[in-house]
């Protein structure tokens, strides 16, 4: 089992940056593939990006790709979501995630608000 805590949201103004934070527990966090994701209001949640368990392979969405950069540090437990240039259309709460994604390890995730 593996238990998920989402920081590093906020209100940005477009062109701006955030970093955010996926803090595991558990002692098999490195076995894992991760994945971050993201749910705009009234729309599915979607994939953003996702990183294997050595970080070595990385995958990104289209709409995210050149500006969104995933990574981890296994000593930490932590995933983290550079994220640069940010668009009004990237606004939503995002979670981090194993990769493929597993319904009990949903977070409370952090929002992400881009004003225009």
């Known amino acids: 089992q593996v238990q998920l805590v989402e920081s590093g949201g906020g209100l940005v103004q477009a062109g701006g940056s955030l970093r955010l934070s996926c803090a595991a527990s558990g002692r098999t966090f490195s076995s894992y593939d991760m994945g971050w994701y993201r749910q705009a209001p009234e729309k599915e949640r979607e994939f953003v990006a996702a990183?294997?368990?050595?970080?070595?392979?990385?995958y990104y969405a289209d709409s995210v790709k050149g500006r969104f950069t995933i990574s981890r540090d296994n000593a930490k437990n932590t995933v983290y979501l550079q994220m640069n240039g940010l668009k009004p259309e990237d606004t939503a709460i995002y979670y981090c995630?194993?990769?493929?994604?597993?319904?009990?390890?949903w977070g409370q995730g952090t929002q992400v608000t881009v004003s225009s």
């Open positions: 995630n194993v990769d493929p994604p597993r319904s009990g390890y």
């Open positions: 990183i294997s368990w050595s970080g070595v392979s990385t």
